[in-house]
């Protein structure tokens, strides 16, 4: 089994910076893609940001230029450094590890939220 930690959620002032962390842990032998998601009340979970093995990136174009992933092989940890926040970012994150062998769509962490809001 896997376990998908996620922190750093809180609750920021429009455009200020937070930074979440995501760690991997248990029968973790291989990670391919981690990601970022979210998903915001009424709304439907959609991708933020996610990055392969390789290091490759790929972003949701609402967050093109603000916010950028990085991870830690070593640790296998996933960052979500988040600047620039709008109110329209304020939801709850989660962040998705897929391994292999592993379940396709990967294991999910719990969520942290994220508050956007003067």
């Known amino acids: 089994q896997v376990q998908v930690l996620e922190s750093g959620g809180g609750l920021v002032q429009p455009g200020g910076s937070l930074r979440l962390s995501c760690a991997a842990s248990g029968r973790v032998f291989s990670i391919n893609v981690m990601g970022w998601y979210r998903q915001a009340p009424g709304k439907q979970r959609e991708m933020v940001a996610v990055?392969?093995?390789?290091?490759?990136?790929d972003f949701a174009d609402s967050v093109k230029g603000r916010f950028t992933i990085s991870r830690d092989n070593a640790k296998n940890t996933v960052y979500l450094q988040m600047n620039s926040l709008k109110p329209e970012d304020t939801a709850v994150y989660f962040c998705n590890v897929v391994v292999r062998p592993g379940p396709l769509m990967g294991y999910w962490g719990q969520g942290t939220q994220v508050t956007v809001s003067s």
């Open positions: 990055i392969s093995s390789g290091g490759s990136t």
